[in-house]
């Protein structure tokens, strides 16, 4: 079964996808990790974003794969290095290129086949797993989800601001919102769920029981 869980910046969706995988014991599969990823390689390896054609280049030659959950990169695991601001400001590049969308969206399709994932992004309901059984979309209000990104990059010991996140997010719903593919989008079939008032473990109680009738449905 595939659960998708798409939203905004900052809704809370990979802590609660997440929780969610480990409460069904399925794997998880957090897709922005791959454009953060491939981002951050390409500022260290100093190439030109604005240039798609090198961008795009580059990036279909990096090798990625989920072992265990974890995203690998050149054969080595990816850690919070590709959560900076410079990384988010940057993404729209991969983000927007479509050669590099369609490599990561089969990359996406590869490793969920044939098993029970919960994977979430912007376009898992839309584009990537059309047909899946299971469509949320986590949202809450812009200065909810700034609060949320703040603590999260205090707690890896990054020094933040909340306004300047806040902006930095509201820029990167736009582009998220108005790129012609992949872009941030509520499935037709998707439950949404306003996360603004809940805690983490109220989301992962909701959406685990909605997905628990569905697999009984399913097996019934
Ligand atoms: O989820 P996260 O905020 O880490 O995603 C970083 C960025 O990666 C998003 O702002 C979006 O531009 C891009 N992304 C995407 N499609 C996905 C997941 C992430 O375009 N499926």
Known sequence: MIVTIDGPAGAGKSTIAKRLADELGFEFLDTGAMYRALTWHAQKSGVRLANAQELEAHCLAVS???RSGTLWMEQAPVG???RTP???RD???VADNVQIRRYLVDLQRQWVCNANFVSEGRD???VAFPTAE??????ATPETRARRRLRQLQQQNLPSVYEEILAAQLDRDRRD???PQGRLLKAADA???QTDEMSIAQVVAQLAKIVQVRWLARIC
Do not use: D, M
Request: glycine letters at 4%; proline letters at 4%; one cysteine or more.
């Open 177 to 179: 919102q108005s790129r």
């Open 134 to 139: 299971c469509k949320f979309f986590l949202t």
């Open 64 to 66: 990625l794969q989920i």
């Open 191 to 193: 439950i949404t769920i």
């Open 86 to 88: 410079e990384v988010s």
């Open 80 to 82: 919070p290095e590709i």
């Open 91 to 93: 993404i729209h590049f």
């Open 124 to 126: 898992q309901g839309t």
